[in-house]
């Protein structure tokens, strides 16, 4: 085998911003847990105790704030892109939501030519990008107002709950899924192999290769 | 032990304030000086070191008369506690006697339980990061005393007994009452509940600064009842199909790798039989 050509998914900053927000997002819904279940209890003394926790839940917050401030201010032009696609949902998203299920468990299967992103990644980005909003707004009131509208609590909770399943989900394709864990080299080194560029992102090949041309 | 409560009897009181002595006294709270209210209350409300006191309404009748209306304000203790459902981490419990006790330790001075109190009773202490309250004399009343502020009552406007009694003995107030004040009422028997204070008001609660149907929030059903539960199975539901995913994956990808061996020409161990 050919030594792979590889290709530029995405900017330092924006990488940069996707894992100090992973971080954040993570111990937010950890500390923010421990006030919503009893499975991570046994996690309190690791911040010292519950009030420990809860200045965790907000130092983490800002930090969270950081990274979605931080691409918006240095790279206008990539988050407006990314914008623009994720609200865009086309023919062929919805077909590959089709292929998804047999995805999911590791099965290769065809799918309509994707573009910069599939159909799953604008799902799990609509899902984050409303829920990353409505927690920040209500965590805000939380924090800030003496007393804050009584339905920012189930609100919270609520958002934190479906922000969480779906984090999951995007966790699992990219680290654990053999056919889908090529992608991680986009969000870590930048760039992804020709190859699997090819294969999962038909459309965004075209259009790459078209322009050259 | 059956559920306890206290009586407070309005057209009885005197506002001399003797159970906000001796509760601060029971109870060892220290005595702060508030600024003037510009009235009679000692106070502008309760506080994490002021568990009950009298406040005072001042209410302009149509005529230029001034009516004077005051009332014991105190945890209620109520049958349908907003305080003790917000809770995150059951730092408030219900005692048999119908307290609604705070577990010190668990306290975290969270405060959701000041959003969700119908009476603005929880007072959270910022410095100690501990949410006060009235304990209704938790320590008296399980020992078969009576509360500090039922005990110092002169009048007897504050009296202390099982729920059952208390209900039953406000009809008789109440009686005794509307030879004096026509329109005066009994409050607290029937909301929320049953609360552990049954109040004999002379005149609308409004006048009292209570409100006429005390409620919870519907947003604190929704929070405890649905998104709860909701969110737990979500998260559960999520961790369990990826889990069952990510066995499946792999044992795809297995033997994928075995069929790719055998075109191969078989297993090392076959190949190195072989050759």
Redesign the interface.
Known sequence: MSSKRMVKRFSAAVRVSHWLYAASFITLAVTGYL???SALDWMIPLFG???GA?VVHRVAAVFLIIAVVLPLLMRPREVSAWLNEVFNFSRADADFLKAFPAK????KKEIPPQGFYNGGEKINSLIQIICGAGLIISGLFLWLSA??P??M??LH??L???G???A??HI?LAL????SNEAIGGMISGEISEQYMKENHGRWYEQVYKKRV | MSRMARLIDITRCTACRGCQVSCKRWNQLAGEIGAFTGSYQSHDDLSPGRWTMIKFYEEKKPGGEMAWHFRKATCMHCADAGCLK?C??EALVREENGTIRRIEENC???G?CV??CPFDIPKVDEVA?KMKKCTFCYDRISNGREPACAKTCVPRAIVYGTWDEMAALADERLAQAQKLYPDSRIYGRDELGGLGVIYILPDTPAKYGLPEDPSL?F??G??KD???P???G??G???A??GL??I???R??MKLKESAKLEEGGYDDEQQKNG
């Open positions: 006030q919503f279940g105790s519950l009030e809860m999911f468990v590791g099965v007393a804050p009584t339905i609590y189930p909770a609520l934190m709950a479906i969480v399943a779906s999951i989900g699992y654990l899924n053999p056919i | 917000a995150p981490n975290i001075g969270c959701h959003q969700f990061q929030p947003t604190l929704l929070w649905v998104v709860h909701f969110g737990k979500l998260i539901a999520s961790l199909a990826t995913a990510f499946i994956s792999r795809n990808a």
